[in-house]
């Protein structure tokens, strides 16, 4: 006897024996077919569970592509023991800096101009740990000189 119908005194009811307890006993090729189709319905179950999902975390993705020279800004991990940028607690910054893209390192990675003082961290960075600087030619500010 199996351990399963040892301990709780009843057969175990694997995809073999999903029919009702009681119904005849199926045997032979039927046996085959019914599990045949039953694995086919899992699986379509499974595919349409996997395109909903994807289907919702695409809304969230943006692929992005980076040139030689352009700006981007840097993901800060709000964690103890990482490096601090300007503030503390709960309102550090999640990106810092404008930094120059020197190279393309491999198909998901790109080479930063780090300032001197950001040292302590690598220079290679991931792509989804980048975001995109978009300039925005109305937010320039124009200074008058000031007579005194």
């Known amino acids: 006897m199996a351990p399963y ?76 023991g990482v490096v601090r940028f300007s503030m503390s607690g709960k309102l550090n910054p999640r990106y810092v800096g404008l930094f120059e893209i020197l190279e393309k390192v491999g198909t998901l990675a790109y080479r930063l101009a780090l300032p001197p003082d950001m040292s302590r961290i690598h220079n290679i960075v991931h792509i989804s740990q980048l975001r995109k600087y978009i300039p925005d030619p109305s937010r320039i500010l124009k200074v008058a000189p000031l007579m005194i």
């Open 5 to 80: 119908e040892a301990l709780y005194g009843r057969n175990c009811r694997s995809p073999l024996y999903w029919d009702e307890v009681g119904e005849k006993a199926i045997t032979g090729p039927e046996i085959v077919q019914l599990t045949v189709e039953k694995v086919a319905i899992i699986r379509e179950r499974f595919k349409t569970a996997q395109d909903r999902q994807k289907s919702w975390a695409d809304l969230k993705r943006i692929p992005l592509e980076f040139e030689i020279g352009e700006k981007a800004y840097v993901k800060v991990y709000p964690m103890k």
